[in-house]
C-alpha cells in the first residue's frame, strides 16, 4: 500500500499546495462502535412489518443517512410521497426501542489505538455523526475518554441536511477551526465517504460491513482499509505522510 502516493494524489485532487493532519473528523455507527450490525436489525423489525419492502442489505448502503432522509426515502418508493413528521418521529422511536431490545454494542476492535495514536499525535479528534440515537452517545465519554468533548461532536440534530451532503464534515471543520486540507475524514459507509469527499476532505474508509471495497473507492474514497486495527497500523505513516508530502 502506498499511503504518500494516496496523499499525493488527494493534492492533486483538490489543488492545494499540501496538506497537514491537524483534525480527524470521526463517524460513529462502523467505526467506532460494531454497530451496523443491530442498527439494520432495528430498522428491519421496524419497517418490515408496515408492509414496506425491504430487506436488510439496503439499511446497510443507507448508512450515515439522517432519520429523515431513510425513512423519507423507503415512503416514497412503498407510497410516492415523503413521512408525515409526527410518523417520521414515531418510527425512529420504535427503531430505538427496537435497537435497544438488541444485545449491547460493543467498541470497534482497534478504534481505541486509532483515537489514542491522533491524541498523541496532537491531532483534533470530532465526531461526526448522522445519528441523534442517545444510546450510543452516552457511552462515548467511557469508552473514548477525552476525545469528543463539546463541541467536538456533531450529531444528526446539529445538521439540515445529513449525509451524503457536505454539511455535517463541513461543520465538523468549523469546529475544528481547521480548512479541508487540514483534516481527514474516517468513515466506513459509502454515502459518509461522498460526503467528506464532497467536503473537500482527504476521505480514510474503514471497511467494517458486508460491502465490497470498490464500493467505497467508487463512493471516491482516497484510501481503504479492511479493519480500524488494520488502520492503526498505518495511521502513523499517514499522518506522516500528511505532515511531509509537497507537490
Ligand atoms: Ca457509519
Same mark, same amino acid.
Given at each position: 500500500?502506498?499511503?504518500?502516493?494516496?496523499?499525493?494524489?488527494?493534492?492533486?485532487?483538490?489543488?492545494?499546495?499540501?496538506?497537514?493532519?491537524?483534525?480527524?473528523?470521526?463517524?460513529?455507527?462502523?467505526?467506532?462502535?460494531?454497530?451496523?450490525?443491530?442498527? %439494520?436489525?432495528?430498522?428491519?423489525?421496524?419497517?418490515? +412489518?408496515?408492509?414496506?419492502?425491504?430487506? &436488510?442489505? *439496503?439499511?446497510?448502503?443507507? @448508512?450515515?443517512?439522517?432519520?429523515?432522509?431513510?425513512?423519507?426515502?423507503?415512503?416514497?418508493?412503498?407510497?410516492?410521497?415523503?413521512?408525515?413528521?409526527?410518523?417520521?418521529?414515531?418510527?425512529?422511536?420504535?427503531?430505538?426501542?427496537?435497537?435497544?431490545?438488541?444485545?449491547?454494542?460493543?467498541?470497534?476492535?482497534?478504534?481505541?489505538?486509532?483515537?489514542?495514536?491522533?491524541?498523541s499525535h496532537n491531532v483534533r479528534?470530532?465526531?461526526?455523526?448522522g445519528s441523534s440515537q442517545g444510546?450510543?452517545?452516552?457511552?462515548?465519554?467511557?469508552?473514548?475518554?477525552?476525545?469528543?468533548?463539546?463541541?467536538?461532536?456533531?450529531?444528526?440534530?446539529? %445538521?439540515?441536511?445529513?449525509?451524503?451532503?457536505?454539511? +455535517?464534515?463541513?461543520?465538523?471543520?468549523? &469546529?475544528? *477551526?481547521?480548512?479541508?486540507? @487540514?483534516?481527514?475524514?474516517?468513515?466506513?459507509?459509502?454515502?459518509?465517504?461522498?460526503?467528506?469527499?464532497?467536503?473537500?476532505?482527504?476521505?480514510?474508509?474503514?471497511?467494517?460491513?458486508?460491502?465490497?471495497?470498490?464500493?467505497?473507492?467508487?463512493?471516491?474514497?482516497?484510501?481503504?482499509?479492511?479493519?480500524?486495527?488494520?488502520?492503526?497500523?498505518?495511521?502513523?505513516?499517514?499522518?506522516?505522510a500528511i505532515n511531509t508530502v509537497?507537490?
Open positions: 500500500m502506498d499511503i504518500e502516493k494516496t496523499v499525493r494524489r488527494y493534492i492533486e485532487r483538490v489543488g492545494c499546495a499540501s496538506m497537514s493532519c491537524k483534525a480527524a473528523l470521526i463517524d460513529m455507527d462502523g467505526v467506532l462502535y460494531d454497530s451496523m450490525p443491530n442498527h %439494520v436489525e432495528a430498522w428491519y423489525r421496524t419497517i418490515a +412489518p408496515l408492509g414496506i419492502d425491504c430487506c &436488510r442489505e *439496503e439499511f446497510f448502503l443507507l @448508512e450515515g443517512s439522517t432519520r429523515t432522509r431513510t425513512i423519507n426515502l423507503l415512503f416514497n418508493r412503498a407510497y410516492g410521497h415523503d413521512a408525515p413528521e409526527e410518523v417520521s418521529l414515531a418510527l425512529y422511536a420504535e427503531k430505538v426501542r427496537q435497537f435497544r431490545l438488541l444485545d449491547a454494542v460493543e467498541p470497534m476492535p482497534g478504534a481505541d489505538a486509532v483515537i489514542d495514536i491522533l491524541l479528534t470530532v465526531l461526526v455523526t444510546t450510543l452517545l452516552e457511552c462515548l465519554d467511557d469508552d473514548y475518554p477525552r476525545a469528543f468533548n463539546v463541541p467536538y461532536r456533531i450529531t444528526g440534530e446539529d %445538521v439540515k441536511n445529513g449525509k451524503p451532503s457536505p454539511e +455535517p464534515y463541513l461543520m465538523g471543520l468549523q &469546529r475544528a *477551526e481547521v480548512l479541508p486540507n @487540514e483534516a481527514i475524514v474516517i468513515e466506513n459507509a459509502p454515502l459518509g465517504v461522498e460526503a467528506g469527499v464532497a467536503a473537500g476532505v482527504f476521505t480514510v474508509a474503514v471497511n467494517t460491513g458486508p460491502i465490497p471495497p470498490q464500493a467505497l473507492y467508487d463512493a471516491g474514497a482516497d484510501i481503504v482499509f479492511d479493519s480500524m486495527s488494520h488502520f492503526a497500523t498505518h495511521l502513523p505513516q499517514l499522518i506522516d509537497k507537490l
